[in-house]
């Protein structure tokens, strides 16, 4: 099993450009999430998912994206990057909401200059 | 909305000092959870506990949970450096989907 891979590993966009940060899972887990990470601050809840076609908004939703339409795949949008959104982002995912561990991916270091 | 709350962010101990760190909710929790971020890593599971009082003890780390279910500890005996890195707990109350992670604590282990 691979886990949760996201691609890419970094990426640095230019003030007003888009992008997607993909985010699969191998192990069919039904829960998928989005944190992002910046210095000293923990880990922030963008978007989370609890299957296929079901996504619902976390702690910091604004500016972002997303869709579920497998059980692997949680891609995460950006439409116009904004400096605010320089930070590593983690996707995740569990078995089962709260009870199980959830398993990270290795993560996108995300510069926007 | 629920907080959880860990106090202090970083701390440095001398190699072979132990370490406790502790883990406060602002509500019951049903289970608490805790992980641990290397630096440069990703955060990586290491432990649940579910039951008021409980502890749970990997190799050198005891995890203790409350009896009123609402904080935790993490205890390090004789830190060793492989020990560096960002310890997050992570609360469930039963009510939604979602993990409450605290900010962390970034642990330093001078040699």
């Known amino acids: 099993n691979a886990g949760v891979t996201q691609t890419p590993k970094f990426r640095i966009l230019k003030i007003g450009q888009s992008m997607t940060l993909q985010c699969t899972q191998d192990m069919n887990h039904n829960y998928m999430y989005w944190y992002r990470q910046d210095p000293g601050m923990g880990l922030k809840l963008i978007y989370y998912?609890?299957?296929?076609?079901?996504?619902d908004k976390g702690e910091v939703p604004n500016g972002y994206n997303v869709s579920r339409s497998t059980t692997e795949d949680f891609p995460l949008r950006l439409e116009l990057a904004a400096p605010s959104q320089t930070s590593v982002y983690f996707c995740a995912s569990s078995y089962s909401a709260g009870v199980t561990e959830q398993f990270f991916g290795p993560g996108t270091r995300l510069t926007v200059l | 909305g629920q907080q959880v709350m860990q106090i202090p962010q970083y701390q440095h101990v001398q190699e072979g000092e132990d370490f406790t760190t502790y883990c406060n909710s602002s509500t019951t929790l049903s289970n608490i959870q805790w992980y641990k971020q290397r630096p440069g890593g990703h955060p990586v599971f290491l432990i649940q506990?579910?039951?008021?009082?409980e502890v749970k003890k990997q190799k050198r780390l005891t995890f203790q949970f409350g009896e009123a279910k609402k904080n935790s500890s993490l205890h390090i005996t004789a830190t060793q450096t492989t020990d560096v890195g960002t310890y997050f707990c992570a609360g469930w109350t039963g009510a939604n989907s979602k993990l409450t992670f605290g900010k962390g604590i970034t642990l330093s282990v001078r040699p």
């Open positions: 998912s609890v299957g296929a076609g079901i996504t």
């Open positions: 506990l579910v039951k008021s009082g």
